[in-house]
């Protein structure tokens, strides 16, 4: 992962209804999760440890998190980060840092890329991931992506600020957006998007209103200005 030398701003606030759409994955028993930041963690630590899941949100919910629950190679994570093919479906669900809470970036998807032994897959539906902070000088404070593969179904990414890449970072791996949104996230750079290496691809989706920048390097996402 190449360093970055800028620093991050004020971060931005947008709110975006979403709905619940299939996401391919692997063949799983589903698991319901209640409404509560300690069964999301207990749960995604278990289809960690089971190889994989697929994670039925409870409607609505609200997924506050107060702590970080996990640390990567890029600083403080507020869940556990993702080391197997996770599926997370949602209702309109938002899964978010809890504004009084000390810095931490919301997710952190890990692949062998970047992280030796980790399958690292996220396939997310229905969900808004708001307000992570992650610590300077590291990138992404939404969503981090360290080497695996992202997949946004009907999802938003907004309120998150970071060094780079304020709502995404993705770094030696795939992130594809579909009919989702990534909008008033703040950065130095790549307010947005940042694509460190690997790519990004958008599909129906929308990614607008991010401070300084969409996306970044220029040219780095098609159809992201």
Excluded at 209 to 222: E, F, I, K, L, M
């Amino acid at each position: 992962m190449r360093p970055v030398r800028t620093l991050c701003s004020l971060a931005g606030v947008c709110a975006l209804t979403v709905g619940l759409t299939a996401v391919p994955t692997t063949a799983h028993a589903q698991t319901p999760v209640l409404c509560s930041e300690n069964a999301l963690v207990n749960a995604i630590n278990a289809a960690n440890a089971a190889g994989g899941d697929t994670l039925v949100l409870l409607p609505f919910c609200n997924y506050q998190i107060t702590s970080s629950h996990g640390s990567g190679p890029a600083g403080p994570v507020g869940l556990p980060p993702i080391t197997a093919p996770i599926t997370v479906l949602g209702m309109g669900n938002t899964i978010g840092r809890d504004p009084n809470a000390p810095a931490f970036r919301v997710i952190e998807v890990e692949g062998a890329a970047n992280v030796p032994g980790t399958k690292g897959q996220l396939s997310m539906a229905g969900v808004t991931v708001r307000g992570g902070s992650a610590v300077s000088p590291y990138p992404g404070g939404g969503i981090s992506n360290l080497g695996g593969t992202v997949s946004l179904v009907s999802s938003a990414v907004t309120g998150n600020t970071a060094v780079a890449g304020g709502g995404i970072y993705t770094d030696n791996g795939a992130v594809s957006l579909t009919t989702s949104s990534v909008t008033g996230n703040t950065a130095g750079t790549g307010g947005g998007i940042y694509v460190n290496s690997g790519g990004a691809t958008l599909l129906a989706s929308n990614v607008s209103n991010n401070t300084p920048d969409n996306c970044a390097p220029s040219g780095s996402v098609q159809g992201c200005s």
